[in-house]
């Protein structure tokens, strides 16, 4: 448990009597670059559709506006099919091919992504920002050692001998609490448990890769829920250690209100209403937003 991790006076922690059961035991963090006002990341009126067979197009992400702040763990929830995923991969520019964007900017760091030439953007992945996706066996090469993979990444971002590399993959496998580091290095991905695996994919985006923003698509689901608690903690003790930026997409509400500062809330390839954890979770402006937390409430009672 991360306990000394105490939400600052602009992300005061949100009333628990108001939220879905938690199942994740850290609280928020906010670092000091939390206080500054300019967001790492700015998604500016992004709209796009998708290119069906007969040529047509229907239209998936409307005008989405929202904003990152430095050194914050941003939520991105809403249900099946909002276009939460779209729009990250949107921003990482591995979009698929029949999605027609037709508006907006993605501002990181003040420059648009979007008017970057491919080898310009494929520096900034894994660099400056990278992701976590939801299955992390599947996101692994079959054919490779976990270690020679995050070896591989390491030597690509960073140089140096293949030695060199091979260290510091055992390292960051290390560093994500995987035991017997060194030996696990030599197995492959089959040989990991959901969880395992998960952490080494989190190894490779926030450790070997050293990136100012991180993207984490569902990183928990489909993952014990003690599994979940702890991978949750891992990301937050990470983000604050490293100072980064994250944008978690996420269906559970639980892990938004325990580690997440500020949220948005899509609907339909839109962005229904943004706003601190505090504020969506005990103030929500909007009818979805409470129709999504009051779902969220029946699923935890059920449960
Ligand atoms: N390759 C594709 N071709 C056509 N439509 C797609 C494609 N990928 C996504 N879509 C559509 O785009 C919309 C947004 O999908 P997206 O995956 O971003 O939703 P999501 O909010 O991430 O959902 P989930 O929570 O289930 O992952 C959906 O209507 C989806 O059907």
């Not at 001998?161 to 492959?188: F, G, H, K, M, T």
């Not at 997440?260 to 706003?275: D, F, L, S, Y």
Request: proline share 6%.
């Amino acid at each position: 448990m991360v306990g000394v991790l105490l939400p600052g006076p602009r992300h005061p922690r949100p009333d628990r009597r108001l939220l879905p059961a938690g199942r994740c035991a850290v609280r928020p963090y906010r670092s000091a670059a939390a206080a500054m006002t300019v967001p790492l990341l700015r998604v500016d009126g992004l709209g796009g559709a998708f290119r069906r067979r007969d040529g047509g197009l229907t239209p998936v992400l409307h005008d989405v506006s929202f904003a990152l702040q430095p050194g914050c763990i941003t939520a991105v929830v809403g249900e099946t099919g909002s276009g939460k995923s779209l729009t990250a991969l949107t921003i990482l520019g591995l979009q698929p091919s029949a999605f027609v964007r037709r508006s907006g900017r993605i501002l990181f760091a003040g420059q648009d992504l979007l008017a970057l030439p491919p080898s310009a953007m494929r520096a900034v992945r894994g660099r400056r920002i990278s992701m976590v996706f939801q299955d992390a066996r599947a996101a692994l090469n079959p054919v490779f050692s976990v270690g020679a993979q995050l070896a591989d990444v390491h030597r690509l971002q960073h140089g140096g001998s293949a030695r060199a590399a091979w260290d510091a993959a055992v390292e960051a496998l290390r560093r994500v609490r995987i035991p017997e580091a060194e030996r696990r290095a030599r197995q492959y991905p089959h040989e990991f448990s959901g969880g395992m695996a998960q952490r080494a994919m989190i190894a490779m985006a926030a450790l070997v890769c050293t990136p100012a923003l991180l993207i984490l698509d569902e990183p928990t689901t489909g993952l014990d829920v003690t599994i979940q608690s702890d991978i949750m903690e891992l990301i937050v003790e990470l983000c604050r250690d490293r100072g980064l930026t994250a944008c978690l997409i996420t269906h559970d509400l639980g892990v938004v209100a325990e580690s997440c500062e500020e949220v948005v809330v899509m609907n339909a390839g839109r962005v229904v209403e943004t706003g601190t954890t505090e504020a969506i979770f005990t103030r929500p402006q909007q009818p979805y937003t409470r129709r999504l937390l009051a779902a969220s409430r029946l699923d935890a009672a059920a449960a």
